[in-house]
């Protein structure tokens, strides 16, 4: 399965931004979706994922109640809902795919490539 994302920016502090992440190839509905980031000089980290059924999701602490995971199987596309935006949230955003909503949350088989969100104090 191929991954695209995008819908990065450059906002201040409180903005929200919606990434999506658009995937073909094989069925999309086969595979458990998630978000990863990078910060500079940091390890890359989960933030959220979705089970294959849109029902279960799954949210790192630290973004818990402000980003919203959610995936569209007719468009075969996964969001991330980003609210109340924190420079800390600062960091490359990456979508992965893998069968396994486990596996999906700790080391994906597909990766997209990064979109860059930048959030100014």
């Known amino acids: 399965v191929q991954l695209q994302a995008s819908g990065g920016g450059l906002v201040q502090a409180g903005a929200s931004l919606r990434l999506s992440c658009a995937a073909s190839?094989?069925?999309?509905?086969?595979?458990?979706m998630g978000w990863f980031r990078q910060a500079p000089g940091k390890e890359r980290e989960f933030v959220a994922a979705?089970?294959?059924?849109?029902?279960?999701?799954y949210h790192a602490d630290s973004v818990k109640g402000r980003f919203t995971i959610s995936r569209d199987n007719a468009k075969n596309t996964v969001y991330l809902q980003m609210n109340t935006l924190k420079p800390e949230d600062t960091a490359v955003y990456y979508c992965?795919?893998?069968?396994?909503?486990?596996?999906?949350?700790?080391?994906?088989?597909?990766w997209g490539q990064g979109t860059q969100v930048t959030v100014s104090s």
């Open positions: 992965a795919a893998d069968e396994s909503i486990v596996v999906v949350r700790t080391a994906p088989q597909y």
């Open positions: 190839g094989r069925s999309f509905s086969n595979y458990a």
């Open positions: 979705t089970s294959r059924a849109i029902g279960r999701t």
